[in-house]
């Protein structure tokens, strides 16, 4: 989940600044009231270029990783291993031109 909130962050910023700030304005209601927003921020970060070669380019990674969360759902932080190295390896990802 951190992994994929720090790709969103990095190239969705304004989706996912938009529906942070709908989620402080409402409380009790964000889920509902800011679902619209929370599309959109998945629809931005699905489309973008880099999200779908980092897709592409570090599957194995982050299946390791989702693979982990499922062995270990008492103890999530396990699995900091696995999400670095999905981060790393998304790092490296360049867009080829």
């Given at each position: 989940?951190?992994?994929?909130?720090?790709?969103?962050?990095?190239?969705?910023?304004?989706e996912m600044e938009q529906?942070?700030?709908?989620?402080?304005?409402?409380?009790?209601s964000?889920?509902?009231?800011?679902?619209?927003?929370?599309?959109?921020m998945?629809?931005?970060?699905?489309?973008?270029p880099?999200?779908?070669q980092?897709r592409?380019?570090?599957?194995?990674?982050?299946?390791?990783?989702?693979?982990?969360?499922k062995e270990n759902?008492?103890?999530?932080?396990?699995?900091?291993d696995?999400?670095?190295?999905?981060l790393?390896?998304?790092?490296?990802?360049?867009?080829?031109?």
């Amino acid at each position: 989940m951190q992994a994929a909130l720090e790709i969103t962050a990095r190239y969705c910023r304004n989706e996912m600044e938009q529906y942070g700030r709908c989620v402080a304005a409402s409380p009790a209601s964000w889920q509902r009231d800011c679902h619209r927003l929370r599309l959109s921020m998945s629809r931005c970060a699905a489309a973008h270029p880099i999200v779908q070669q980092i897709r592409q380019d570090c599957a194995e990674p982050f299946a390791a990783f989702e693979r982990c969360l499922k062995e270990n759902q008492a103890s999530v932080m396990n699995c900091s291993d696995h999400v670095n190295a999905f981060l790393l390896c998304a790092d490296q990802v360049k867009l080829s031109t």
